[in-house]
């Protein structure tokens, strides 16, 4: 499931990027990233509806194929999360759309 969500090292949680998760489960996510991140090192993935950020640990951190970009795997270790409310259905329908069916 692709769920667009923010994320920023809890160590710098202003240097934060726009992002979608690959896959997810209610224990972690596969998220795209524009850097490499250290296994170990926390983040705060937040969807974009504004919700509470989870914290996760960084597990893996792999050069996505063919490009600048990172896949991350991240452990949720306090809680579950149900994805299904921010999946990408979800969030587009927080938009109302124009005539032809772009968003506003």
Known sequence: ??????????????????????????????????????????ALIGPLTGEFPQVGIVVYSRRKNGGGRFCLGVEFLDRSVKWENYSVQSVGRLRPLRRGGKET
Do not use: D, F, Q
């Not at 896959?23 to 996510?29: E, K, L, R, T, Y």
């Open 1 to 42: 499931m692709s769920v667009p969500v923010y994320l920023a090292s809890l160590g710098e949680t202003r240097a934060r990027e726009r992002t979608v998760t690959e896959n997810v489960s209610p224990h972690g996510a596969r998220v795209i990233s524009k850097r490499s991140w250290r296994s170990g090192e926390e």
